[in-house]
């Protein structure tokens, strides 16, 4: 049973293009995150979601929505999308925001944009 | 100003050998907390260790502890016995923050164990 599952794992779209990677959990966490992990390894934290409210929202372009239905899930929609939003994007859950067990990640999606 | 340095973009440690990856950090908060992840080539984000600003005693989890020095704000991971499965990227992390929302990571060192 995976914990927290990501789908896509690979994305490969043209500049321009409207796409959607969707995030689920299925810990029973209260808080789900989104980040982006660039060429250099760095990792950037994007969204912050506790109990389907917004917590944090990093500086990322309005190009960026996440979406919330539940707890369990923290969708990510990308609209028209550049050649620099090429990376990986993970989602993550935690049982709350100042949990001691750090974060459950998702396997990442690779997104590539050409 | 970087909330998380990690000073060693990469390490070498030959098999069975301990090693110790560095990290330190800045927060003007009293109460956060400190953890390591691995992600080896496949890239999966995996968490090794946590270590509370308020605990007293270092954290250890199998072979992996963590060093924690308050006055110094340095939090090094130490592995023993190092095996060619260690290989990987490790990242030092720092949440903080009233409510814990601020999670960062550092820019991550990559070991490489020698055979």
């Known amino acids: 049973d995976t914990a927290v599952s990501q789908t896509p794992k690979y994305l490969v779209t043209q500049m321009g293009n409207d796409k959607s990677i969707k995030c689920e959990q299925n810990l029973g966490h209260d808080t789900m995150y989104w980040y982006k992990q660039d060429s250099k390894k760095f990792l950037k934290i994007m969204f912050s979601y506790n109990n389907k409210e917004l917590i944090i929202n990093e500086t990322v372009p309005n190009r960026f929505s996440p979406k919330s239905p539940d707890k369990a899930h923290l969708n990510l929609h990308i609209n028209s999308l550049e050649l620099g939003d090429s990376a990986v994007y993970f989602c993550a859950s935690s049982q709350s925001l100042d949990s001691n067990y750090g974060y459950t990640f998702g396997s990442g999606t690779r997104l590539t944009v050409v | 100003a970087q909330k998380i340095t990690q000073t060693q973009p990469g390490m070498f440690v030959q098999e069975k050998e301990a090693v110790t990856l560095d990290c330190t950090y800045d927060?003007?908060?009293?109460?956060?907390?400190l953890f390591w992840y691995k992600q080896p080539s496949s890239g999966e984000m995996i968490f090794l260790i946590y270590q509370g600003s308020y605990d007293e005693q270092n954290a250890t989890e199998g072979r992996y502890s963590l060093n924690f020095q308050k006055a110094r704000k340095s939090a090094n991971l130490v592995i023993s016995a190092s095996q060619l499965g260690d290989s990987a990227m490790y990242f030092c992390a720092m949440r903080e923050g009233v409510y814990g929302q601020n999670f960062v990571f550092g820019p991550g060192t990559r070991l490489s164990v020698l055979p």
């Open positions: 927060t003007s908060d009293q109460s956060y907390g």
